[in-house]
Nanobody, 119 residues
Framework: QLQLVESGGGLVQPGGSLRLSCAAS????????IGWFRQAPGKEREGVSC????????NYADSVKGRFTISRDNAKNTVYLQMNSLKPEDTAVYYC????????????WGQGTQVTVSS
């Protein structure tokens, strides 16, 4: 069974950092483009970042450019989202997803991990 599991969320103060992980089971992650998304209460889900199969191409939402970094370790079947200089507006449930097309058409989704940025 194909499964994505996010981890690494939590409560952090503004200006702090967190690293989210997206681990795959039941399939080989390097066959897929991986994206990170987030959904804040009362808001629509938005794309945060995505990374190509090789890891050579990445894309970021304007709101996180320069603060978030996506990376992948295909040997560990895991994708990461390093989040620095966190702001209260980054508070959301973060999801990873796998798909075949670069930054679109994601077919498989994890259950999400909560990130709360608050003092």
């Amino acid at each position: 069974q194909l499964q994505l599991v996010e981890s690494g969320g939590g409560l952090v103060q503004p200006g702090g950092s967190l690293r989210l992980s997206c681990a795959a089971s039941g399939f080989t992650l390097d066959d897929y483009v991986i994206g990170w998304f987030r959904q804040a209460p009362g808001k629509e889900r938005e794309g945060v970042s995505c990374i190509s199969r090789s890891g050579r191409s990445t894309n970021y939402a304007d709101s996180v450019k320069g603060r978030f970094t996506i990376s992948r370790d295909n040997a560990k079947n895991t994708v990461y989202l390093q989040m620095n200089s966190l702001k209260p507006e980054d508070t959301a449930v973060y999801y990873c997803a796998a798909g075949s097309s670069y930054c679109s058409g994601f077919n498989y989704w994890g259950q999400g991990t909560q990130v709360t940025v608050s003092s």
